[in-house]
């Protein structure tokens, strides 16, 4: 699969009073890196629901916190397809630590995250149209 890897960097805003990142914010590291994700394909948000009908939404997700994030870290995202289907796709994502002075990496969040496809009017489950299916598939594990 192409992983994608999308940089995100620990603002102040992001953490707690002892400059460790709150952890709901792991979450939108990993939203936004599925929407940067989309992007990279071409695939704008507004634009699948304008030509489509649909939006992708979280069904659920299941995440590991092993080891903190703090403040001012630079961060990578890492995503991949684990499994997609016609009217959904499992993502496999991590935050990785990377350390600016030796290049190491250090795992920190890793979760899986389920998305389904809606149509936008009936907000009821909705097969991927096709060229989009298309588009994913290229991207994921085989």
């Not at 792991?26 to 695939?43: C, I, K, P, V």
């Not at 939006?55 to 299941?62: A, T």
């Not at 389920?114 to 060229?131: F, H, M, N, R």
């Amino acid at each position: 699969m192409n992983e994608f890897v999308w940089p995100v960097r620990v603002y102040y805003e992001d953490t707690d009073s002892g400059g460790v990142v709150y952890h709901s914010n792991y979450l939108n590291f990993m939203e936004r890196a599925r929407t940067e994700w989309l992007r990279s394909l071409q695939l704008e948000q507004d634009e699948l629901i304008n030509e489509y009908g649909i939006i992708f939404v979280v069904r659920s997700i299941s995440i590991d916190y092993l080891k903190p994030a703090l403040f001012n870290d630079a961060l990578y995202v890492k995503s991949k397809i684990k499994k997609l289907s016609r009217v959904s796709l499992i993502f496999e994502q991590q935050i990785i630590k990377q350390n600016e002075q030796t290049n190491e990496q250090q795992l920190l969040t890793q979760g899986i995250v389920k998305i389904a496809c809606l149509s936008i009017t009936e907000k009821k489950p909705a097969a991927i149209p096709q060229s989009v299916y298309n588009t994913f598939s290229a991207q994921s594990c085989k």
